[in-house]
């Protein structure tokens, strides 16, 4: 992991309230990997004191990119930040998605949860030579203007469904019925398929809705992963704060988030 001041090389508005920014860093941009996360101290004043986790949406040789949504002092700040500036960066963080033999990928994502999503499709469809046919995206959002990246999303050619919460774009409803649908069609425990796929799950977003894909997981016996989301004070395993409840033979144990995950089995998490 690598501290850095970055310089900001773009930072733009692309929904309400949410934005995405590039910053400039060859080291951080090299290491990273889908689903790791970077600490960004929003301002260089005492106020807000703590950084925020952000996930990375993409990387390229000398920069990389996360989306953020304004919910606070610190994002408020960033956002009035402008190319040029420079911001405190802590990366790469945490433990990516991964990948083994999988016919079909699904991936489902919600809110800001989205962007690494995106990175670990695009990773899959350039590096790891999956064919895009074989991924399925589903995104859900209050409405269509919050379904962040479907344009890139649609540009790796990857079969894309839309779930809004007022049906503004795609179904009208939760994502989670459609994931069900597509895995009572394509799994041999929804057996509605002869052949049936062998399918690996990724989601990340709220988490009733991580609760929800889990528990889609586990009916239709697929292996899925999931990106937590939490509150990380510090992003590197000094703080604690971010521990989640996780299984362990027959009781359960503490995981640190921020360097245990923020990928975890979704079998192994506990979510009462
Ligand atoms: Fe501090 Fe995880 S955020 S230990």
């Known amino acids: 992991m690598f501290k850095e001041r970055c310089v900001i090389e773009e930072n733009k508005k692309i929904a309400p309230g949410h934005y995405s920014i590039r910053l400039r860093s060859s080291k951080i941009s090299k290491k990273s990997k889908p689903g790791q996360f970077v600490q960004v101290l929003c301002s260089d004043s005492y106020e807000p004191l703590l950084p925020r986790p952000f996930s990375f949406l993409d990387v390229d040789k000398n920069s990389f990119s996360f989306l953020y949504q304004v919910v606070g002092k610190g994002t408020k700040i960033l956002s009035a930040l402008k190319r040029g500036d420079e911001v405190s960066i802590l990366g790469p963080l945490g433990q990516g998605f991964s990948l083994k033999n999988a016919k079909s990928i699904v991936l489902v994502g919600g809110g800001v949860g989205i ?35 479907e344009k890139e999303f649609k540009k790796l050619g990857v079969h894309f469904y839309a779930a809004t919460d007022n049906g503004s774009r795609g179904h009208k409803g939760f994502v989670t019925e459609l994931v069900g649908e597509h895995l009572d069609r394509t799994t041999s425990v929804g057996g509605k398929n002869s052949a049936p796929d062998v399918v690996r799950m990724y989601t990340c977003g709220p988490t009733p809705m991580l609760k929800a894909v889990s528990a889609l997981a586990k009916k239709y016996d697929v292996s899925c992963e999931v990106s937590v ?44």
């Open 115 to 149: 962007p690494p999503l995106y990175h670990w499709a695009k990773e899959c469809v350039t590096k790891l030579k999956v064919s895009a046919k074989n991924i399925h995206v589903f995104l859900g959002a209050r409405d269509k203007s919050l379904l962040l990246c």
């Open 229 to 272: 989301e939490v509150p990380m004070a510090c992003g590197f395993g000094a703080c604690l704060g971010c521990a989640i409840k996780v299984k362990k033979d027959d009781g359960h144990r503490f995981a640190i988030a921020c360097c245990e995950g923020p990928v975890f089995q979704a079998k192994e998490i506990l979510w009462d």
